[in-house]
């Protein structure tokens, strides 16, 4: 069973996934973050590879993924960094990241990696739903990889079916129109969408991404989802001064308490 | 084999729209709208009155007579250089600023390298009173400013890019960026053939009023439409797309497409994408791109700021691919020569991106009855500097 589905089996609220940039603040940074995280309750992990010209992206995430492509990582680091670490993480790991460096790496051999390492999803934002049905779904498939799609508050009904029907582990849950760390609330105009999709009965779960940067926005993101995920204010929090692991600790407790 | 997008957005291997889902209605809004909207009988006459009157086309086919005896063949000018603002640009933006009108959109953003799109989409913007936000990158806007204040003056705000290598490339993300933001009321002008499906066809179409303006306007001269070869440069591939149109499938036609070698292919400052590009994506089509092994997008080098880009439309890969295109390179010094030669055998100072084209002409051979027409996509005064540093004139 992949982790993603024994996760949500097990809890199915108050999901929190945590996403940082592979490479940052330092190139081997990578397994001493996840070991932290996993250890201060992160439920699921995001590892986010790094990219030249990251258009989803504000510029917190844009400046850790210029630092960490400074700092040498690629995905053949990446994933010899990985190597061994099922051994000590056990929480559900998902890269993130955008089209172009996976085709360049291969698709086949980039899904015969995150099996050998033990990824269980991939979220690329740049693929479109029929390139990823028509060329890449028998590729995760073989190699048990989830493909986790984007929805957004301008996405339709109609489409966000299509999406839950293709769907396997969740759905992402963009909060609002914008690129990440773009805003640093959830406005009371999202709760129509909020609701809206809640009301779909999806036979996915979801998590809210976009915006969710502390406990007051956790709380309402779990509201309104199976659980939230942070990225741009997590980055931030782990570039401060002081000892990584705790900074890590202090701030996932300051999210979930 | 016929040079056509079919329904996915795709020449051949290249093209589609790799977005994200945050950008998915508004590409959508676009490629099920567009064609409707743009073969609209009143539309056609709004965008025909607007080039006529407001752009100055027709631009005159001018045979070259001196051009000519040096190349031993019949070479004839598109004048796109005579266009209002300058250059070929201006073709596009007005379709866009229309087709925007006709969305519903209040807003229009766009990206530029050099500062002619910019101004171009400022100029529009202006006369139709939209308001209208540049994005350039913090490099750019230092080395063209009187661009920048052609913007200004026009009313337009430019936004310094100032992630990444701070150029064309920062300047195009950014842009997304914003559209993310605003997804509602904003559209996106994007100033050449690149970009997600529609945008390559849609500004293809836009400009291909060169191609069809030369077909005539050779009926006319030569009792023919089609010349033995077209010639146009290409960075993203605005002017060559608009040139080469109508003759995508004259197989008689030789197309010739011109890219910026920089200092030279071998020496890392280059831009000449289809010799030092793999297929790739970036900026939402799947195309030929200039990279690492890693996939991370490569910073290009020309002394042309228009040419200065990655990447290149897809259609031109796939001219390229097909083998239906020959591809030229043509250094720095190649262009800035050939920019003096022309204006000191014509009268005419090329834009620097325009006088690649030009160069181009040293490595071909000719048969004396060749008819030969080169896409002078633009004029010479916003270069006036980099004609200055270069010196040798």
New interface residues.
């Given amino acids: 069973m992949n982790r993603i589905d024994k996760l949500f089996q097990d809890k199915k609220e108050r999901v929190l996934n945590v996403y940082f940039t592979a490479g940052y603040p330092q190139l081997n940074d990578t397994t001493t973050i996840l070991e932290a995280l996993e250890t201060s309750g992160a439920d699921l992990i995001e590892i986010g590879i790094p990219?030249?010209?990251p258009?989803?992206d504000?510029?917190t995430i844009?400046e850790s993924n210029?630092v960490a492509?400074e700092n040498g990582m690629?995905?053949?680091v990446l994933f010899n960094q990985l190597k061994g670490i099922r051994d000590k993480v056990s929480v559900p790991i998902v890269l993130m990241g955008?089209?172009?460096?996976?085709?360049?790496?291969g698709v086949e051999n980039f899904c015969a990696k995150c099996e050998e390492v033990g990824v269980d999803a991939v979220i690329l934002?740049?693929?479109?739903m029929?390139?990823y049905l028509e060329i890449y779904k028998p590729m995760f498939e073989k190699h048990g990889l989830y493909n986790i799609?984007?929805?957004?508050p301008?996405?339709?009904e109609a489409?966000i079916r299509q999406i839950d029907e293709n769907s396997n582990g969740f759905i992402y849950m963009?909060s609002s129109?914008?690129?990440t760390g773009?805003k640093t609330s959830i406005s009371l105009d999202q709760s129509d969408y909020f609701a809206r999709v809640k009301n779909m009965n999806l036979k996915n779960p979801t998590l809210i991404g976009f915006g969710i940067s502390n406990a007051e926005t956790f709380d309402k993101a779990c509201e309104n989802a199976n659980g939230a995920i942070i990225g741009s204010a997590f980055i931030k929090a782990i570039s401060e001064e002081g000892n990584l692991e705790e900074k890590i600790s202090g701030f996932v407790r300051s999210v979930i308490g | 084999m016929k040079i056509q997008v079919d329904e996915?957005g795709y020449y051949g291997n290249f093209g589609?729209?790799?977005?994200?889902?945050?950008l998915?209605?508004n590409i959508e809004e676009l490629r099920e709208n567009y064609e409707q909207i743009v073969q609209a009988p009143d539309f056609q006459k709004q965008f025909n009155h607007l080039l006529r009157d407001f752009v100055g086309r027709p631009t005159p086919l001018y045979l070259a007579e001196r051009l000519s005896e040096k190349y031993g063949a019949e070479i004839y000018l598109k004048r796109e250089d005579l266009c209002h603002t300058g250059a070929h640009k201006v073709n596009n933006t007005v379709g866009q600023i229309l087709l925007a009108q006709k969305l519903g959109k209040q807003k229009v953003i766009a990206e530029t390298g050099a500062g002619q799109h910019g101004v171009a989409t400022a100029t529009v913007c202006a006369l139709m009173g939209i308001e209208c936000i540049v994005y350039m990158g913090e490099v750019d806007m230092a080395r063209q400013k009187p661009n920048v204040e052609r913007m200004r003056i026009l009313g337009a705000e430019v936004r310094p890019a100032t992630?990444?290598s701070k150029t064309l490339?920062?300047a195009t993300?950014e842009a997304?960026?914003h559209w993310?933001?605003?997804?509602?009321d904003t559209h996106y002008i994007i100033g050449s053939v690149v970009g997600p499906h529609p945008y390559p066809e849609m500004v293809a179409r836009f400009q291909s009023v060169i191609s069809k303006e030369i077909k005539a306007q050779l009926l006319e001269k030569k009792g023919k439409e089609n010349p033995d070869y077209v010639i146009a440069c290409v960075g993203g591939g605005s002017n060559a797309a608009g040139a080469f149109y109508h003759y995508y499938n004259e197989e008689d036609v030789q197309l010739v497409a011109v890219e910026a070698a920089g200092l030279g292919n071998h020496t890392g400052e280059s831009a000449a994408t289809t010799v030092l590009g793999?297929?790739?994506?970036?900026?939402?089509s799947k195309t030929l791109?200039m990279?690492t092994?890693?996939?991370?997008?490569v910073e290009p080098y020309s002394i042309s700021a228009g040419l200065d880009y990655p990447g290149i439309g897809p259609v031109h890969a796939h001219l390229f691919e097909t083998g239906r295109a020959k591809f030229y390179s043509v250094t720095d010094e190649e262009a800035m020569k050939a920019g003096v030669l022309l204006s000191r055998t014509e009268g005419i100072i090329p834009a620097v991106e325009s006088a690649h084209a030009f160069a181009a002409l040293n490595q071909m051979t000719f048969n004396s009855s060749d008819v030969v027409v080169i896409n002078l996509s633009g004029r010479g005064d916003k270069d006036l500097e980099t004609y200055i540093k270069w010196g040798k004139y």
Avoid: C, W
Avoid at chain 2, 293 to 297: I, K, N, R
């Fill in positions: 990219y030249s010209d258009i989803a504000g510029p844009q210029g492509l690629t995905l053949k955008y089209v172009n460096p996976i085709v360049q790496f934002p740049d693929l479109p029929f390139e799609f984007l929805i957004t301008q996405t339709s489409r963009v129109a914008s690129t773009a | 996915r589609g729209a790799f977005i994200p889902e945050m998915y209605p992630s990444g490339k920062d993300n997304m960026r993310i933001n605003n997804p509602t793999k297929p790739g994506i970036l900026h939402g791109l990279q092994e890693d996939g991370q997008v």
